[in-house]
């Protein structure tokens, strides 16, 4: 676990600004914000750098809890 609920918390408040509390394709969404907040800007289509693994595993979570 990635242990920063702050963290976290801020990446879910982005998904809400940028797709609604309720995105479709959930999983989709949380890996979208979690590439930008590691890389600085959204990805492109072809877009094959790595995320943190563990922290978009807690944001999905955090999601599905609610």
């Known amino acids: 676990m ?5 963290l976290v918390n ?9 797709y609604g509390p309720k995105p479709l394709d959930m ?3 949380c890996w979208t914000v ?11 289509e072809y877009d094959v750098r790595e995320i943190d693994e563990e922290l978009y595993l807690e944001l ?4 599905r809890k609610l």
């Open 2 to 6: 990635v242990n920063d609920p702050a």
């Open 27 to 29: 999983e989709r969404k």
């Open 10 to 18: 801020a990446l879910m408040e982005r998904v809400y600004a940028a």
């Open 60 to 63: 999905l979570s955090s999601f």
């Open 34 to 44: 979690v590439h930008e907040h590691l890389h600085g800007v959204m990805p492109s």
